[in-house]
């Protein structure tokens, strides 16, 4: 195991060499931690973003939409609170909560649930606080 730490800790990823120090050698506040988001993937996934906080593409478009460069970015140690991932996760949550995708959520016993189409979450980049809350359209009260 030492060799594929040492793999780990000689990424030129600062993520990587975060995630390493933190979860497997346990050190507390490496300093990698300011340096996530200098690092060339995380700068690549940010690349394009546009004034609306999208990336020029549909919110869950494959590996190019917001929701899927929040995934990476987190997985990547992004810090909690970064304004462009907030700005990204605000796309994906308007799309969520929007009246085009909420066609595909019904009521069942005043319960509200989705009808799944596919595996869809809102990242995590953005804090709880800022995330919105919604009733979906037919939910008249609360379960």
């Known amino acids: 195991m030492e060799a594929a730490v040492e793999w780990l800790l000689s990424s030129d990823e600062p993520g990587i060499r975060l995630l390493a120090k933190r979860d497997l050698l346990d050190e507390a506040n490496p300093e990698e931690e300011s340096l996530v988001l200098d690092g060339p993937s995380v700068r690549a996934l940010l690349d394009g973003q546009r004034a609306d906080g999208g990336f020029g593409v549909h919110p869950y478009g494959k590996w190019q939409g917001a929701h899927w460069r929040l995934v990476s970015l987190v997985e990547l140690g992004v810090p909690v609170g970064e304004p462009r991932c907030i700005a990204a996760g605000k796309t994906v949550l308007d799309w969520l909560t929007g009246a085009g995708h909420r ?18 979450m809102p990242s995590p980049c953005a804090p709880a606080s800022a ?7 037919g939910c008249s009260r609360s379960p």
């Open 103 to 120: 066609r595909g959520i019904r009521a069942v016993n005043v319960l509200c649930v989705a009808v799944p189409r596919r595996r869809e």
């Open 131 to 137: 995330l919105p809350t919604t009733r979906a359209s």
